[in-house]
Each structure stands twice: as C-alpha cells, then as structure tokens.
C-alpha cells in the first residue's frame, strides 16, 4: 500500500486539490443562488442534475411559459450546429478555409486562409461588430478585418452571420435552408421548441443573438451538450467534435472556445464549467463534473458568475461512512467550522478511549481508491473486523489526546480551490478493541468554498 505523507503545512494539499475534479453534486445552497439571482435582475432560474429538475424559480414578473430572448447565447447553437456540419462530412473539419466555400475571400491573402475554428472562435482577424441587429449573410461576408487569421479576438456578431453564409451555400445542392438544418439537427431530436427566431422563416435564422426559449426548453440542449452529444440515449453528435468548441484557441483569449465560453482557473465556478452567456447576463452554464445545467433569465448587467457560485456552491463538510467501536465507543468525525478559503478548517474527533492515545487522522484525495487498492477496505484481514477504511491515506495528522481532540488545517484564500474536496478519517490506538489494536472514525468528506 502507499505511504501517508506527514502533511506539515496547507502547500502540499493545495498543489494535490488543484488538479482534482469537484466534489459530485450535494448540498448546494439553491436558495442562496436563487437570492443572488433574484436580486439582480433574474427572471428564471433553473437547475437540472442528472437531466432532472432540481430547483426552479420565476421572478420579476416571468413566468414558466413565457419565452426569453437568448441574446448571444445562441451564438452557442450555432457552434453546435458547426459540429453537425463537420460530423457529416459538410465541413471536413473544424480547421477547413471558409474560402473553399465563400470562394470571394480567395483573392483576399488574410481572408484565404480563415478556418471555421478561427471564425467561430472569434479569432478570424474580421471584425466582431456591433451587437444588435446583424447584417444578412450575404453583406456579413463583406465585414472588414483588424489582424491577421489567429492573432486576436474580436467579440460580435458578424462571424456567426458569415457562418450562415457559407453553411447556406453548402446546403444548396440538397434545396436545404439553414433553418431546415438546424431543425433536423438540433430541434426536431431534442424536442426543442423556440418561443421565436428572428429571420427563421426566411430560411436564414439569425445564428448570433436571434432565439427564444422558455428556461425548460433551453435547459434541454444544456443537457445535451453535458451528456457530450447524447439525447434519449441515442448519439447524435461524435463528443469528440463537441468537446472541440471547449478549447481555447490563442492564449489571449483563454477564457473562449468555438462559440462558447470557458472557466479560467482563477474563477469560483468548477473548472470544467462552459457557458452560453449573453447580454443582460442570459446563461446557460454546463458542468459535467458536477452532472449539472444551469439556465438563467435576466435583464441585468450588474452580475458576477463567481458571486453565483459562491453562493451556490458554499464549503461543507459530510459523513461518508461509519467508524468502528473502540472503547470510547465509536470514533466521530466532525467539522467545527466549514471548509472555507481564507479560513482555518477545524474538526473534532470524538469518542476516544478516556485514557491519552496516539491516533493519526488521513487526509485523501479519493474516496474510490488509495493507490491500486479499492475503497472503501474492510481490515479484518489485519485483525479488525466491522472497520473499514474509506479515505486515501495520502497525507497524515498525528495526533495525541484523551477522550477528544480537535484538529486545524488552513485553507488557503485562493479561489482556485473552491469546489474541491478532501476525505478524511481518523486511526485511533486502542488496545481494547481488537487484535489490531486501533479503531477508525467515522469518514467525512470536506469540499472547499468561498463562503
């Protein structure tokens, strides 16, 4: 088995739980989110786990059945419906000249040489644009460059509309419209109905700013992009081509993929969190680590994703497994105080032999396995039957004490922990107990936040 390491400071679990996943879903403060939310202009709110509904709220005068303009988070869409284009064959891939189909860009030695990963990641050197109302596909085209292909990011609408232009041209063989793709792609098999689309009965959707949706049919192609393509347990696009839009394209612009946009690691949120997001703080934040979608309805640019989060996903700690009976009784696991950056995280163990006992208290990063080893290890091939062991014993706290001993850990103040989580349990001297001579604590299970 692994060797414990003595954990003398908070540095060596710091560097160990920044690489680490969250914490799966559990005890989020929906309310605390809702407030936040509320008092900033939202108007829906809701949030699914595993594909269910979870917690839902309408304010400021909205209603479950009223359609909200997405603004820029259609521009999202569209990005998926890219991906749909390269899964067949439309576009070979991502990295394919937007000048092999709009064949005016040819001459132009800047223009010739624009990927579809570059245009839609706003890196094309072609002017983003004013946000509002965007020009036709075909006057998009026209749209003047600032910088050569990716070099520098440019946010608006006209790329999406240049999109609409050249996946317009490439569906006119087949007498298909853009609307007819993206209702065959995406609407018809989710089962997504828009409220409204700006221009989609002319057969070219504004792909930048133009849906609408309630927050239940919205919350549906977050769930789609969270299952990596997958709806009704059917396949419906490759997650490798999805996964493409989730990767940044120059480091100047590291917090935006291909239509959507990222988590640096800096932010409170989980870090694998993508998000639609658009003006008047509209979001639709997908978080597969956590099972989680997340759609917000608002009018309001007075809004901080991290001040959500941290309202959302507070620090907690929680029991995960039974110790065994030592001759205190059995050994408890307990927080004092949360897990919260900037603070000192404090727990008691409970229930000790009366008499002064050595004991050590593990602190893991999984709860799965310690090493090769599977948890959680029932140790009765060491002589101690009913105890099993739940935590990676991947550093130690050792401890001296009778009856019960409280122990300290600072948590550093650094965002970049918050949703990462810890296991620990303590291993009590006990000679009364079995022939092993030690009991175990109850295990626990500690995530880090920012409240």
């Known amino acids: 088995m692994p060797i414990a390491t003595p954990l003398r400071s908070a540095s060596s679990l710091l560097a160990a739980l920044t690489a680490l996943a969250p914490l799966p879903a559990q005890d989020w403060d929906y309310n605390a989110a809702a407030a936040y939310h509320d008092q900033l202009g939202g108007h829906a709110l809701l949030i699914s786990i595993d594909g269910k509904v979870v917690f839902e709220r309408y304010s400021n005068g909205y209603s479950a059945n009223q359609g909200h303009v997405l603004h820029s988070c259609t521009k999202s869409i569209t990005g998926v419906l890219c991906a749909f284009a390269v899964q067949d064959k439309l576009i070979a891939s991502f990295d394919e000249r937007v000048s092999d189909t709009i064949t005016e860009w040819q001459v132009d030695a800047r223009r010739r040489v624009i990927t579809y990963r570059q245009l839609l990641g706003l890196v094309s050197g072609i002017l983003g ?222 229930n000790l032999p009366t008499v002064p006992t050595l004991g050590i208290t593990y602190v893991g990063l999984s709860s799965t396995t310690w090493g090769t080893v599977p948890l959680p290890l029932e140790l009765s091939f060491l002589g101690a039957p009913g105890c099993r062991l739940f935590v990676s014993a991947d550093f130690a706290l050792p401890w001296v004490g009778a009856s019960s001993v409280t122990q300290r850990l600072p948590v550093p103040d650094t965002a970049t922990l918050s949703v990462r989580r810890f296991y620990l349990q303590s291993a009590v001297v006990d000679g009364s107990a079995n022939a092993l001579a030690m009991t175990l604590s109850d295990a626990g299970v500690a995530r880090v936040g920012v409240r």
């Open 129 to 350: 644009g004013e946000t509002g109302s965007p020009p036709s596909y075909a006057d998009s085209i026209k749209q003047a460059m600032f910088a050569d292909p990716g070099t520098a990011f440019s946010y608006g609408p006209y790329p999406f509309q240049i999109f609409g232009e050249a996946l317009k041209r490439k569906l006119a063989s087949s007498q298909r419209t853009v609307a007819d793709y993206l209702t065959a792609k995406i609407l018809t098999p989710l089962n997504m109905t828009p409220s409204a689309w700006l221009n989609y009965a002319t057969g070219d959707p504004n792909l930048p700013s133009g849906a609408q949706f309630t927050a239940r049919e919205w919350i549906k192609f977050g769930e789609f992009v969270r299952l990596g393509g997958v709806w009704n347990n059917q396949r419906l696009l490759a997650q490798s081509l999805l996964d493409e839009l989730f990767q940044p394209i120059i480091p100047s612009a590291r917090d935006y993929g291909v239509s959507w946009w990222l988590t640096l690691p800096t932010g409170v949120a989980p870090n694998d969190t993508v998000a639609a997001r658009g003006s008047g703080t509209q979001r639709l934040w997908v978080i597969r680590s956590e099972r989680m979608a997340i759609v917000r309805f608002a009018d309001s640019e007075v809004w901080k994703d991290d001040g959500f989060f941290a309202a959302l996903m507070p620090a907690a700690f929680q029991k995960i497994g039974d110790g065994c009976k030592g001759a205190g009784g059995v050994p408890s696991l307990v927080a004092v105080t949360p897990p919260k950056t900037g603070t000192t995280f404090e727990w008691r163990i409970d």
